[in-house]
């Protein structure tokens, strides 16, 4: 399965005080307050805080989208072409 890590919805955290295997997604599929998904995720925050869903480096997901010039190799490590 692909991985977040190769993905083009995902973003890795650069602050210094988040960890740098996690990282947020910015798929169409996941839906604030969603109420009739198929193949999404839902979330929601019901006390007016703001909300996000965050996801580590490894995880998977079937609405990856190809990142240009990064793959996975077949021990799922990151390879960036040109640099193999």
Not at 32 to 56: C, I, K, N, P, Q
Not at 60 to 81: K, Q, W
Request: one cysteine or more; aromatic letters at 10%.
């Amino acid at each position: 399965m692909n991985r977040c890590k190769t993905c083009g919805h995902w973003k890795r955290h650069t602050d210094k005080y988040d960890s740098v295997r996690m990282g947020s997604c910015d798929s169409d599929k996941w839906e604030y307050e969603g109420s009739d998904l198929v193949d999404g995720v839902s979330y929601g925050d019901y006390e007016g805080y703001s909300a996000s869903f965050e996801t580590g480096e490894d995880f998977g997901c079937i609405h990856h989208t190809s990142n240009a010039g990064i793959s996975a190799n077949a021990e799922n490590a990151v390879v960036v072409r040109g640099k193999e």
